[in-house]
């Protein structure tokens, strides 16, 4: 009679993947993948009357909790782990209609997650579309001699970075004066000086704004900007 190490009775009624060659003590099948230990014996799964059930190796967590609780009967299958001394759960056996039927659960769980995604992208981009009109609105209020696609495109790119993604207090502070003129300024230094190319020719960043000031400060004089434009900005 060959004799199985019993795990511990409180796992309960419990499915085992022998590390060792065991044939079934009733109908003497074997070797068996699966087997239950019914007074220190092993078992068939279809002696125990577990043979109707399928496996499901453990690593989702949602299906395994939905499929277990969609089958009235579900027994947790376990491998003994030499190097760590103790039962390691593989998996559960269910009954393949309550698997059907989480699964089922599961892809309907999924298709409303991509729903509730593709929602939520379309109310962001009405915000950023939001945002971005009324920050070119601003621009165009300080500098209302800006080209309206240059208006626009800074405006664009503000709301790429910010806007309805942070939420409406941090889009109401980036449409604060100093950041639109910050944007604007921005935009110029790069489109309208030779600010990059003096950058990419290794002049430091200070003494490269330093060289552009007047240039920035020309551009916005004539898109009607009347304030003091600091040196620093
Ligand atoms: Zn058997």
């Avoid at 969609?70 to 559960?92: A, I, M």
Wanted: with cysteine.
């Amino acid at each position: 009679m060959q004799v199985v190490p019993t795990p511990p009775a409180h796992i309960g009624l419990v499915v085992i993947q022998p590390s060792r060659r065991r044939h079934c003590a009733g109908c003497r099948r074997g070797p068996l993948s699966m087997l239950v230990v019914e007074g220190r014996v092993p078992c068939c799964l279809d002696c125990a009357d577990l043979g109707h059930l399928v496996f499901l190796p453990r690593g989702d967590t949602a299906l395994t909790r939905r499929a277990r609780e969609e089958s009235t009967l579900s027994v947790v299958v376990v491998r003994f782990n030499r190097r760590k001394g103790r039962y390691e759960r593989q998996g559960v056996l269910v009954e393949e209609a309550g698997l059907a039927r989480a699964e089922a659960r599961c892809l309907a769980d999924a298709e409303a997650r991509r729903r509730r995604r593709v929602r939520d992208a379309r109310r962001r981009a009405v915000q950023d579309a939001r945002f971005a009109e009324a920050f070119a609105a601003e621009i165009l209020r300080l500098f209302p001699g800006c080209p309206r696609d240059r208006a626009d495109g800074i405006a664009a790119h503000a709301s790429a970075r910010g806007s309805g993604r942070v939420g409406r207090g941090a889009a109401g502070r980036a449409l604060s004066e100093g950041a639109v003129v910050s944007a604007v300024v921005a935009s110029v230094r790069h489109l309208d000086t030779s600010y990059d190319a003096l950058l990419m020719g290794g002049v430091p960043r200070r003494e490269a704004r330093r060289r552009i000031a007047v240039g920035v400060e020309t551009v916005l004089r004539e898109w009607g900007w009347e304030a003091d434009i600091g040196a620093g900005r």
